[in-house]
C-alpha cells in the first residue's frame, strides 16, 4: 500500500485544518492507522492512531482534546481533524500503517510511511 497525505498549509493560532491521507490497494481496512509530526530540529513524535475498524483511537497527551483522528474504509482514507492550533503544532505531519493492527506511539511499530504534509500555525 501507497499513503499520500495531503491538506497542510498556513494557518492562525486558534484556527483549525483537516489534513487527509490517502491509501492505494485494497488492504486499507487491515491497518491501524496514525499519525505523527516533526518539527524543524526535533524528532519525529507521535500525535494520534486509529484501530482497523475505527472504533479505538489514541492521542498525544499535547493534541488530546484538540484533534480527532477518524478513517473511512470505503475511501481508503485517514483523517487528522486538528482544532485550536498553536504554534507549537507547526511540523510536518506523517501518517502511517501498523500491518499489526497496533495504535502505539512507538515509531517502529508503523511500517508504511507517507510523504508528509507542512501544517504551518503563525501566532
Known amino acids: 500500500v501507497q499513503l499520500q497525505a495531503s491538506g497542510g498549509g498556513l494557518v492562525q493560532a486558534g484556527g483549525s485544518l483537516r489534513i487527509s491521507c490517502a491509501a492505494s490497494g485494497r488492504t486499507f481496512s487491515s491497518y491501524a492507522m496514525g499519525w505523527f509530526r516533526q518539527a524543524p530540529g526535533k524528532e519525529r513524535e507521535f500525535v494520534a492512531a486509529i484501530t482497523r475498524s475505527g472504533g479505538s483511537t489514541n492521542y498525544a497527551n499535547s493534541v488530546k482534546g484538540r484533534f480527532t483522528i477518524s478513517r473511512d474504509n470505503a475511501k481508503n482514507t485517514v483523517y487528522l481533524q486538528m482544532n485550536s492550533l498553536k504554534p507549537e503544532d507547526t511540523a510536518v505531519y506523517y501518517c502511517?500503517?501498523?500491518?499489526?493492527?497496533?495504535?502505539?506511539?512507538?515509531?517502529?511499530?508503523?511500517?508504511?510511511w507517507g510523504q508528509g504534509t507542512l501544517v504551518t500555525v503563525s501566532s
Open positions: 502511517a500503517a501498523s500491518v499489526a493492527g497496533l495504535t502505539t506511539a512507538t515509531i517502529r511499530a508503523y511500517s508504511l
